[in-house]
DNA sequence: ACGATTTGTCAACACAATGTTTATTATCAA
DNA sequence: TTGATAATAAACATTGTGTTGACAAATCGT
């Protein structure tokens, strides 16, 4: 039910199409992409392009979807190389977040021009929130349970905290990623914890 | 310099083609609406729309200017009474923070339908920070100023809280503003000043 | 290596929205 | 009332859209 084997010709389209359309979203905004640029820029007939995308737009759901895709495997390897060298207790709960949320701050830097494109202010909001949800929510889940605080009180500064993670990773690849990984990681755990403490001691 | 006398006719003609756009942006997305329509729906020719407007993201990006002079005035306003009614050192700073946050969000509400489209997800995050920068500036630097942060190890974390207060006002609007203004007033200080805190007692 | 299948290409098509222009009419400010 | 300004209506070339059917080329299973 995952990979069928998919035909060469498609995997080559779909491949020519996503990279002339990437290029064309660092030029400017995707309302202003026409379907006829992208086929020419990818050098393949317009009925191919509507073969496999709608419109644009789809075409940019479609690449997210992708991105998605990737983060959690990307995660799910990171959970299976601790599971490996599993050693359990040796280092704080907090150490272990922070490397976790080193590693995410690894893969935007090598990954640093489809992120630039779809984390930073040209991609959608509800995407962006999608993916720190993705990274985050195991973090945030662990670090308030069994805190005794109400899921509706925390709807709220969770909300806060997962758009924030947004804005904060922003402002790192705005800045061309010039703090290291590290110091972003801890900050931002730093900033989670804290805000999650506030919820505590209320 | 300000207020020259705007002609009755373009007044109306701009008023009909705002209140077509807004109500077309409630029913689909911007990429999905056509002049044509715009035209339509407030029942003006077509040449007139294009004496005014560039295209729909021209429109939208005049409403959105609009919307922040009006936030601007509004925030002059609460100022004057502010200092009208002086009555320095009575009340906590805290509190003070307090209530200018909840003026602001009972202002979001009482502009319930304009606010739901400009900032929540339909709308662009650059256009929100706006706002949030507008309203949480004076806040925040005022609870800054002092402590010896330096400018640029605050950014990061300023970056994570004008986005987390997007994010915590768009909770409130997808939650149909059950939550009061003045909880919310009171949360979005709290975690505000609790990431402040952090960053001095580092 | 084969044949069947799938995929991409090409040209053509009707259609719709765009952006601009012109002459004409209606409305405004003074 | 009058001169100025704005909106209208109709027409226009242009451009992108989405779809179609015949054809050629590449791929896959065997």
Redesign the interface.
């Known amino acids: 039910m995952k990979n069928q084997k998919i035909d060469r010709r498609v995997k080559y389209t779909r491949m020519v199409i996503k990279e002339a359309f990437i290029d064309l979203l660092e030029k400017k905004d995707?309302?202003e992409i026409t379907i006829k640029e992208i086929c020419e820029n990818a050098d393949i007939n317009r009925a191919t392009f509507y073969a496999h995308y709608n419109d644009q737009?789809d075409l940019l759901r479609k690449i997210e979807d992708e991105f998605l895709d990737n983060i959690k495997e990307y995660l799910d390897m990171l959970d299976n190389i601790r599971d490996y060298h599993g050693e359990p207790g040796r280092k704080s709960k907090q150490a272990d977040h922070v490397l976790l949320a080193e590693k995410i701050f690894e893969y935007i830097k090598e990954n640093a021009k489809l992120c630039k494109l779809l984390l930073s202010?040209r991609g959608g909001?509800?995407f962006q929130?999608k993916v720190m949800k993705l990274v985050y929510d195991p973090i945030i889940s662990e670090l308030t349970k069994n805190s005794g605080v109400t899921k509706d009180e925390a709807?709220?500064?969770y909300?806060?905290?997962?758009?924030?993670?947004?804005?904060?990773v922003?402002?790192?690849l705005d800045d061309d990623m010039k703090?290291s990984t590290h110091y972003m990681a801890e900050?931002?755990i730093?900033?989670t914890m804290?805000?999650i403490?506030?919820l505590k001691g209320k």
Chains 1, 2 share one sequence.
């Open positions: 995707i309302s737009y202010e909001l509800h929130k709807e709220y500064v909300s806060f905290t997962i758009t924030g993670c947004v804005g904060f922003q402002k790192w703090k900050t931002v730093k900033l804290g805000l403490d506030l």
